[in-house]
T-cell receptor
Framework: AQSVSQHNHHVILSEAASLELGCNYS??????LFWYVQYPGQHLQLLLK??????LVKGIKGFEAEFIKSKFSFNLRKPSVQWSDTAEYFC?????????????FGQGTTLQVKP | DVKVTQSSRYLVKRTGEKVFLECVQD?????MFWYRQDPGLGLRLIYF???????EKGDIPEGYSVSREKKERFSLILESASTNQTSMYLC?????????????FGPGTRLTVT
């Protein structure tokens, strides 16, 4: 069965530290890749997405992610985190052939940034 | 502005009760989804619908049913609520066809079954 794995369940960083959250998926075909973020008390919202083209994608709030096809990975990065980045982060994948938008989500990573 | 609304933010029900969770989207999207979100498990798909009156089971459909009588509304039904259905329930929608991509989420309903 297809799956999405996020390696870090809980990450604690100080402000200005660099962030990298791992995401690996098991599907072998063409995929669309997403990172979603859920700030405390808020809706789940899209952070960034990859469909095709440049494997390094940039999202909102200074986040970026790199698609490495050979490693089935889509890791999220930010060079310098802020206290306001405290949130839960979800990686998600759907098949490139899908027209239903059905996503498979990872387990989520809780990021806590200390001021 | 994209909007997905859910009928309740918090709900407390007793074991055995029938529970209805409502979701409405105003974007004319074809596809709608119900997930439950549990700590350490991420989001798990319960059911989704790709058109009015059309539905498909997700990964964890047991104990749930759905209804989509109008394009903008997708209901999740717990026929006989149990304590293991205590969770956060999220509704989402996305356009259909080859342009289906990111999902738009509602605020969630935190259901407690006692």
């Amino acid at each position: 069965a297809q799956s999405v794995s996020q390696h870090n369940h809980h990450v604690i960083l100080s402000e200005a530290a660099s962030l990298e959250l791992g995401c690996n998926y098991s599907y072998g075909g063409t995929v669309n890749l997403f990172w979603y973020v859920q700030y405390p008390g808020q809706h789940l919202q899209l952070l960034l997405k990859y469909f095709s083209g440049d494997p390094l994608v940039k999202g909102i709030k200074g986040f970026e992610a790199e698609f490495i096809k050979s490693k089935f990975s889509f890791n999220l990065r930010k060079p310098s985190v802020q206290w306001s980045d405290t949130a839960e982060y979800f990686c998600a994948v759907n098949k490139g052939s899908s027209n239903t938008g059905k996503l498979i989500f990872g387990q989520g990573t809780t990021l806590q940034v200390k001021p | 502005d994209v909007k997905v609304t859910q009928s309740s933010r918090y709900l407390v029900k007793r074991t055995g009760e029938k529970v209805f969770l409502e979701c409405v989207q105003d974007m004319d999207h074809e596809n709608m989804f119900w997930y439950r979100q549990d700590p350490g498990l991420g989001l798990r798909l319960i059911y989704f619908s790709y058109d009015v009156k059309m539905k498909e089971k997700g990964d964890i459909p047991e104990g749930y049913s759905v209804s989509r009588e109008k394009k903008e509304r997708f209901s999740l039904i717990l026929e006989s609520a149990s304590t293991n259905q205590t969770s956060m329930y999220l509704c989402a929608s996305t356009p259909g066809g080859r342009m289906a991509y990111e999902q738009y989420f509602g605020p969630g309903t935190r259901l407690t079954v006692t």
